[in-house]
């Protein structure tokens, strides 16, 4: 059993910074790529970051400058530092992670429950 549980969100100005964080747990045997979704009401769920083992990062286009992807293999944790917030990105953000719990098991993406941020105007 494989299980995501975010942190750190919340309500905030615009202009301010919150930075959330996500902790994998479970029978895991690797953690390939993870990653940080968000859904805004009415909308689709779309990518915000994502980051390799090695660490290679991408961003949505809408977020590079302002957020800051990072992860810790040892921990199993990865952390998404939000700078400069505004009101569109108001959302529900939801942390991903590629894992194969064994050794001998297809790795699939697993989700976290989701964390609320709101940022008022």
């Known amino acids: 059993q494989v299980q995501l549980v975010e942190s750190g969100g919340g309500l905030v100005q615009a202009g301010g910074s919150l930075k959330l964080s996500c902790a994998v747990s479970?029978?895991?045997?690797?953690?390939?790529?993870m990653g940080w979704y968000r859904q805004a009401p009415g909308k689709q769920r779309d990518l915000v970051a994502s980051?390799?083992?090695?660490?290679?990062?991408d961003y949505a286009d809408s977020v590079k400058g302002r957020f800051t992807i990072s992860r810790d293999n040892a921990k199993k944790t990865i952390s998404l530092q939000m700078n400069s917030l505004k009101p569109e990105d108001t959302a529900v953000y939801y942390c991903v992670a590629n894992v194969a719990p064994r050794l001998i098991t297809m790795p699939r993406d697993y989700w976290g429950q989701g964390t609320q941020v709101i940022v008022s105007s």
């Open positions: 479970g029978t895991i045997f690797n953690i390939n790529n």
């Open positions: 980051i390799t083992r090695a660490g290679d990062t």
